[in-house]
């Protein structure tokens, strides 16, 4: 079984739409988690870490539930911009373990 | 302005001509790796450095080579390279590697081996 799990999508949604991705894990040993944005043919960036008590920056909020192994990201009022791969990361000795990404389609 | 550069962006060889990729960055980071990135199977790692003089295997090392002379320089090598190396690849460094650094990418060399 692969460490990190994530739904390939797509995932299509209107403007202005709240959306949510799960990222479930395995071998919890790991204290870092992240989400990276890849938009198509182009380099992963940062979009943001994961702590513990959950955060948020602007539109975006990411939780961590060590208990049920997953960790989440909630886009509020989605933009065409958005439109993007979002890949989980589970961090954690020096082998990172990427998620194969979830596809984010936003339209008019 | 803080980056990882990578280059070439796009290269087409044959089978068996050695190349190599450069990687390099400005941050002072320790640590820098390489993954390869293909349809359906996301980002795999195939080396990565703790520190200059210190590498390690990912989890698909088989038909590459790396170095770390440098701190800021991670090059990838191919020796005799195979049409299943054909792929999208990037380096990262990142402050320290482990828990709690993010890695920071370069913007990706897309290989075709012919």
């Known amino acids: 079984r692969k460490e990190v799990e994530q739904d390939p999508g797509p995932f299509n949604v209107p403007e202005g739409a709240t959306v949510a991705f799960n990222c479930t894990y395995s071998?919890?040993?790991?204290?870092?988690f992240f989400w990276y944005r890849q938009d198509c043919r182009k380099e992963p960036k940062l979009l943001m870490s994961?702590?513990?008590s959950g955060n948020e920056d602007g539109r975006f909020t990411a939780q961590l539930n060590r208990a049920s192994q997953y960790i989440s990201l909630l886009i509020r009022d989605s933009k065409l911009s958005d439109s993007a791969t979002y890949l989980c990361?589970?961090?954690?000795?020096?082998?990172?373990?990427f998620g194969r990404g979830t596809s984010l389609i936003v339209h008019p | 302005e803080a980056q990882v550069t990578q280059n070439p962006r796009y290269l087409i060889t044959v089978t068996g001509k050695k190349l190599t990729v450069t990687c390099s960055q400005n941050?002072?980071?320790?640590?820098m790796s390489w993954y390869r990135q293909d349809p359906g199977l996301g980002l795999r790692q195939i080396y990565y450095?703790?520190?200059?003089?210190?590498?390690d295997k990912g989890d698909v090392p088989e038909g590459y080579k790396v170095s770390r002379k440098e701190k800021r320089n991670f090059p990838l090598i191919l020796e005799s390279p195979s049409p299943n190396q054909t792929s999208l690849y990037f380096c990262?460094?990142?402050?320290?590697?482990?828990?709690?650094?993010?890695?920071?990418f370069g913007n990706g060399t897309r290989l075709t081996v012919t």
């Open positions: 990262a460094s990142s402050l320290s590697g482990g828990q709690g650094s993010p890695l920071h």
């Open positions: 071998n919890s040993a790991s204290q870092s």
């Open positions: 450095s703790m520190n200059v003089e210190v590498t």
């Open positions: 941050m002072n980071h320790e640590y």
């Open positions: 994961v702590y513990s």
């Open positions: 990361v589970k961090g954690g000795s020096y082998i990172p373990t």
